[in-house]
């Protein structure tokens, strides 16, 4: 896609790819514009001076585009990120889900207040280093243009899983020039140009937690005097022990349960309303079938089942199924092969081919404990 002189705002995080996404760009006649996000809060800084967005990914992406010869901006989002992300994040870990942090801000900030500066650039589009395809087609005779989120050409690679959330408007006004690229290509480019990020480390973690550890965060940024503190029971009924938080439990963890059981104990539920932590055997993790709700569609939402992929987070390798259509905005997803550790609070994307049709949220289904008594 060749700019012609357009304008077009990169995100830049300080990392190697989005270093070559603002390259290439330029390369192929784009007025390009390097802005980075302040996002962590004064109180996260210091704990994450070598994350996306800290001091020293700041200081690298000025020397980048320096280096390429675009200007550079930061741009303080300090307090929405908090508002809109880390305040997200923590209010799912309090009703006994787990969040997705990464398409909160993807959707929210980068492709979402970020337009505002973008356009007061005078930039008409938003570039990121994202791996993932976006194709812009033709506008119909109405002169609405449509754009098709793909995979990225490298599987190991492909974030479009974070990418689901974006609305029309924001898939038709985004770019992801490394989507149809691999890692060692990008890593080669930068060494080609000297650009000291080359051999940047790719970042693993969540941005704003140290050490990748969610409960201190949670400790230090809610205090343990808001933890909901209460039960662990099977799927029974039987009272097994305390716990000091549902906030500490995420579905399929084995560490912090109780002892004593002649099997492996699971967390296979949590239920926020009183505060259980429900476990259970590890074929108990197992489900042929699950809900999402606030479906994102990216084609006319089907009137008939329609037979999909459905990855049930980032690092799933996807699952063949069939979603129904639904009249209540919850839609069913029956699996062909049952999956284990279908988490509340985690995106579901959809998948035809290598196409996102659509994505949504996983929704908690009744209790086992429930469920048991009813069987009963």
């Not at 004064?42 to 010869?69: F, M, N, T, W, Y």
């Not at 909160?104 to 395809?133: D, P, Q, R, V």
């Not at 190991?156 to 990418?163: A, C, E, G, M, V």
């Not at 919850?330 to 959809?350: F, K, N, S, Y």
Request: hydrophobic fraction near 35%; aromatic fraction near 8%; include cysteine.
């Amino acid at each position: 896609m060749n700019g012609n002189g357009k304008r077009v705002l990169v995100g830049m995080s300080g990392g190697v790819d989005s270093s070559v996404t603002a390259y290439l760009l330029k390369r192929d006649g784009w007025d390009v514009i390097g802005v980075t996000m302040k996002v962590l809060p004064q109180d996260c800084i210091s704990r994450a001076e070598d994350k996306c967005c800290g001091p020293s990914a700041i200081a690298d992406a000025r020397g980048v585009a320096h280096a390429l010869g675009i200007p550079h901006y930061v741009v303080d989002e300090a307090d929405q990120f908090e508002k809109l992300v880390i305040d997200y994040f923590s209010s799912e870990y309090r009703a006994g889900r787990t969040p997705n942090p990464c398409v909160m801000c993807n959707e929210k900030l980068k492709f979402g207040n970020l337009w505002t500066k973008a356009k007061a650039l005078g930039a008409e589009y938003i570039a990121t280093g994202h791996y993932a395809i976006i194709e812009h087609h033709q506008g119909d005779p109405e002169g609405q243009g449509r754009a098709v989120l793909r995979k990225g050409l490298d599987d190991r690679k492909d974030q479009s899983y974070f990418l689901f959330s974006l609305r029309q408007p924001q898939l038709q006004r985004a770019l992801t020039p490394l989507g149809g690229m691999t890692k060692p290509e990008i890593r080669d480019i930068a060494r080609s140009l000297g650009l000291k990020v080359a051999d940047k480390v790719d970042s693993q973690e969540i941005c704003f937690v140290p050490g990748n550890d969610y409960k201190a965060f949670l400790r230090s940024h809610l205090g343990e005097q808001e933890f909901h503190r209460g039960g662990i029971y099977d799927t029974t009924g039987t009272f097994l022990g305390e716990h000091e938080g549902i906030e500490m439990f995420t579905i399929g963890q084995r560490k912090g349960l109780p002892g004593g059981s002649p099997y492996p104990l699971y967390v296979i539920d949590i239920d926020a309303d009183r505060s259980r932590v429900i476990v259970g055997p590890e074929s108990e993790l197992v489900r042929g079938e699950f809900e999402i709700d606030n479906v994102n569609w990216h084609i006319p939402e089907p009137a008939e089942p329609l037979e999909i992929t459905v990855k049930i987070r980032y690092a799933h390798p996807g699952a063949a199924g069939v979603i129904e259509p639904s009249d209540t905005g919850t839609h069913r997803i029956r699996l062909t092969e049952p999956q284990r550790a279908v988490t509340p609070g985690q995106a579901a994307v959809l998948y035809v081919g290598d196409q996102v049709v659509g994505g949504g949220w996983i929704v908690r289904k009744a209790s086992p404990i429930q469920l048991h008594a009813a069987a009963a």
